[in-house]
């Protein structure tokens, strides 16, 4: 008993510290391309960006690396209510004999290169999202927090 209720005490304070939300701000959750890691993500990325950015009003922007492919078709650049730069989008999106496709917002991040993901029903701002190094702070001090309340339970 005493080893659940401390479980369950470590998943509280995990729970309170951890930014869920934050995490997903960058759209990758609901991407096709949620599957790719390493270099061939890191292409994506540059490639989504370069398209974002670059791409006329509803012409395909086309790129291929390995065997992953994809076309993405972007509406006129908007500025949202926060004053982001943002597009509509649909992709399509082929890695390997997997093909499906995306539709949803990306707007240009302020002060930082590339665009953000966003659902449709999100605020239109990069603002939310968590950066790596940001998150391994709230990491280390949620792991300081946790070894503070064993120190104080006697844990």
């Known amino acids: 008993m005493k080893n ?4 369950i005490f470590y998943l509280l304070i995990f729970l309170c510290f951890f930014p869920f939300p934050a995490m997903a701000a960058d759209g990758w959750v609901n991407s096709p391309a949620a599957e790719l890691s390493g270099e061939l993500r890191d292409y994506y990325v ?13 012409e395909n922007y086309s790129w291929k690396a390995q065997n992953a492919s994809g076309i993405i078709i972007a509406s006129e650049k908007y500025t949202s209510k926060s004053q982001a730069t943002c597009r509509n989008y ?5 890695l390997g004999d997997k093909k499906s496709s995306f539709s949803g917002v990306a707007c240009k991040r302020n002060g930082e290169a590339g665009w953000c993901r966003l659902k449709p029903e999100d605020a239109h701002t990069c603002a939310l999202e ?21 120190k104080l339970f006697g844990y």
Do not use: C, Q, R
């Open 46 to 58: 540059k490639a989504f960006n370069y398209g974002m950015e670059t791409a006329k009003p509803n």
């Open 4 to 7: 659940n209720m401390k479980n």
């Open 130 to 150: 968590t950066s790596p190094d940001a998150m391994d702070k709230i990491l280390g001090d949620m792991g300081s927090a946790v070894d503070s309340t064993k």
């Open 90 to 94: 649909n992709e399509i999106f082929v």
